[in-house]
Each structure stands twice: as structure tokens, then as C-alpha cells.
């Protein structure tokens, strides 16, 4: 692992996150979130924002079926 690397993370619309290295080109189907640093860093932000791991379709499926 190269500590000196950085990168950024990505997510997609289903709003799952990842980590990308942030002099790489981004997937198609995906966004940057404004986040980039170590491993590390981009790692903590991850754990700290998703905190719902499932698809935001899924989501969307059981709150509507919910109702």
C-alpha cells in the first residue's frame, strides 16, 4: 500500500460509497462527494456517512411497500 497516495470518494446512485484514487479518472455512474485525503481519512468519512448499506432502490421499495 502506498502511504503517500490519495484518494477521493465516490458515490453512486444508488448512494453506495467508494474509495478511489483520486488522480485516476471516475467511473462512469459515479460522483465524486467532495471528499479526498489518506486511505484513511476517506475510509473514517465513508464509515461516518453510510450508515444505511442498502441500495437506495431497495430503500425506496420498503418504505413505498411500508405505506
Same mark, same amino acid.
Given at each position: 500500500?502506498?502511504?503517500? $497516495?490519495?484518494? &477521493?470518494?465516490?458515490?453512486?446512485?444508488?448512494? !453506495?460509497?467508494?474509495?478511489?484514487?483520486?488522480?485516476? /479518472?471516475?467511473? $462512469?455512474?459515479? &460522483?465524486?462527494?467532495?471528499?479526498?485525503?489518506? !486511505?484513511?481519512?476517506?475510509?473514517?468519512?465513508?464509515? /461516518?456517512?453510510?450508515?444505511?448499506?442498502?441500495?437506495?432502490?431497495?430503500?425506496?421499495?420498503?418504505?413505498?411497500?411500508g405505506?
Amino acid at each position: 500500500m502506498d502511504e503517500n $497516495a490519495r484518494y &477521493q470518494v465516490l458515490r453512486n446512485d444508488e448512494d !453506495q460509497y467508494s474509495l478511489w484514487l483520486a488522480d485516476l /479518472e471516475i467511473p $462512469a455512474g459515479w &460522483q465524486a462527494v467532495g471528499k479526498e485525503g489518506t !486511505q484513511d481519512e476517506c475510509s473514517a468519512y465513508v464509515d /461516518e456517512v453510510w450508515t444505511d448499506m442498502r441500495p437506495r432502490s431497495l430503500r425506496e421499495r420498503m418504505e413505498n411497500a411500508g405505506s
